[in-house]
Every structure is written in C-alpha cells, then in structure tokens.
C-alpha cells in the first residue's frame, strides 16, 4: 500500500497543474483580445483593423493552445511553453503596468507625460492628465455654451477681435468664424477680416473667430449670433485639426462635443460642467483644482 501511494498522488498533483497552467493561459487569452483591450485602453488606440485582428489572432492562439495542453497527455515540454506563454502574454504585461502605475505615483517625470497615454487630437485624457501632472493657470474666459470665448464689454458689445471702439452694423457685414488661424497672430490690418473690411470698403468684417475651437463651437458661435445681423455674408476658417476638436469634450477647458446617435449629430450639453466638476470626478484634490485655477 506504501508503495502505491505516491502513484495514486502523482494524476492528482499532475491535473491539479495541467487545470492551473489552463486556466493561466485561459486569462492570458481573456487579456490578450480587441475587446478587453477597448476597456482597458480605449478604441482610439486598437483603431486600426491590423492591431484588432493581431490581437484577435493572439487570443485565439492562446485559446487554442489552452485546450490542446489540457487535452493531450501530460508533457514537460507542453507544460514548459504552457509556462513561458503564461509569463509573455500575462505576467510580463500585467507587472509592466504596475510598475508604470508606481512610477506615476512616485511622481517619476519621465512617466508623466499625457502624450504618452492620449491623443490630443482626439483623446480627452490628453488635457485631463496634462492638467493633472501639469496644472497652470487658465487664460481663457469659461462661456456655459461656447465653452471658452471673449467677454463682451462696452468697448467691444459683440466680443469679437476687432479694432477698439468699433461701431456695430447689422446690414453689409461679413461675419468670420474660425479658430486661432482666422484670429491671426499678425498685426490687425493683416489678419483675414481687416483684409476683408480694406478690400470690400462698402462691408464691415467682424471677427468672431476664437482660438481653439473646433467646428462644433464655429457652429455654436455662429447660430448664437448671425441673427442680430441682415443677410450678412458668412465665412468660416477651418483647418483639419478643428474637425477632430469636435469630438472632444475637454480640450484647454470644458467645451461642447457632438455624438453620433441614430445617424444624427447630438450635442452633449449645454449647460457645461466646469472645469472643478470635470477634475474632481477625476480624482483631484482642491489643492490641484486651486493649481489649476479653478479653486
């Protein structure tokens, strides 16, 4: 009966493992696929059909391997590259990640950079990581619609950029909408509407362009305030970057963002969260908001 016991031990010790090492690479395939990935990093970084079926083809792989391990007859050699697929496809990563997260806690600078982990184009963690690791003040006027624009004053009652003190027509007006490039970084009588005003002297130009803004807050700008004027002459600025800005919903501040619901263009808000509601729901503390500038 001695002599039989470890014989007896021996099938259990070995199932018990060959079900461990299946279920490790069962996880491993489970982690390595396009929908676990859509969870942990997002769609915008799996986008592309290459990395989806690459990622598809790996954890089907693994799948695959899984069942033929536990379904053969036990072999070192199975249980061997069981193993290193275990430590390649799941270990590896999931320590990677940790240590990544520790470096980030630990305040590491080379770990934070937002461009790391977001796109800018199209990625709203780019600006809340960036505001988080790299708070500064804000120089732009929050607006409940626009999310960010000039404020009106006596001296400007249409909040545009324009020459000071300038007088308001509603008829023979050309109105321009656009981001910082129908702003202009030249001197007034160069930029795109002084242009337009010295070219058509019998029309007035207003510049209602704003710097950074997309084309969901051209539109946005353009329908709060084209209808004080009478047949005024639109034109519209846009560069490719101000496409990808409208489906941002945080950019250098809180701001509109359109979605795509049954085939029709949606707007999310207003009215907009500020920017201590958007950066506490992350996580900040009301020393970081008042870094920020919204304490």
């Not at 996880?27 to 990935?37: E, H, Q, R, V, Y």
């Not at 240590?99 to 590491?108: K, P, Q, T, Y």
């Not at 519209?236 to 409208?246: K, P, S």
Request: include cysteine.
């Amino acid at each position: 009966m001695t002599l039989t016991e470890p014989n007896e031990v021996r099938p259990t010790r070995s199932t018990v493992g060959r079900l461990g090492v299946f279920a490790s690479n069962i996880a491993a395939a489970a982690l390595w696929n396009p929908w676990t990935a859509d969870w942990l990093l997002g769609s915008a970084w799996i986008e592309a059909r290459s990395t989806r079926m690459g990622l598809l083809a790996v954890g089907v792989g693994l799948l695959l391997w899984s069942f033929y391990a536990l379904l053969r007859p036990p072999s070192r050699i199975a249980t061997r590259i069981s193993t290193l697929l275990f430590t390649l496809f799941l270990v590896v990563p999931l320590a990677s990640e940790g240590l990544v997260r520790i470096g980030i806690a630990a305040d590491f600078s080379g770990l934070r950079k937002e461009w790391h982990y977001a796109d800018r184009l199209s990625d709203d963690d780019y600006y809340k990581l960036r505001d988080r690791w790299n708070p500064r003040p804000r120089s732009r006027t929050l607006h409940p619609v626009l999310g960010w624009r000039r404020l009106a004053t006596p001296s400007d009652p249409l909040a545009i950029h324009h020459k000071p003190g300038y007088t308001v027509r509603t008829e023979d007006v050309v109105l321009c909408y656009g981001d910082s490039f129908m702003v202009g970084t030249t001197p007034i009588p160069h930029k795109i509407p002084d242009v337009i005003d010295a070219t058509l002297p019998q029309w007035t130009a207003y510049n209602f362009a704003t710097g950074g803004h997309g084309v969901g807050q051209m539109y946005l700008r353009f329908r709060e305030s084209h209808a004080q004027f009478v047949d005024p002459i639109i034109v519209v600025g846009i560069m490719v970057f101000d496409l990808d800005r409208t489906i941002l919903c945080v950019r250098d501040r809180p701001k509109p963002c359109f979605r795509l619901r049954d085939g029709e263009l949606v707007l999310e808000g207003p009215p907009l969260p500020t920017d201590a509601d958007i950066l506490t729901l992350r996580g900040f503390s009301d020393t970081e908001l008042q870094l920020v500038g919204t304490g």
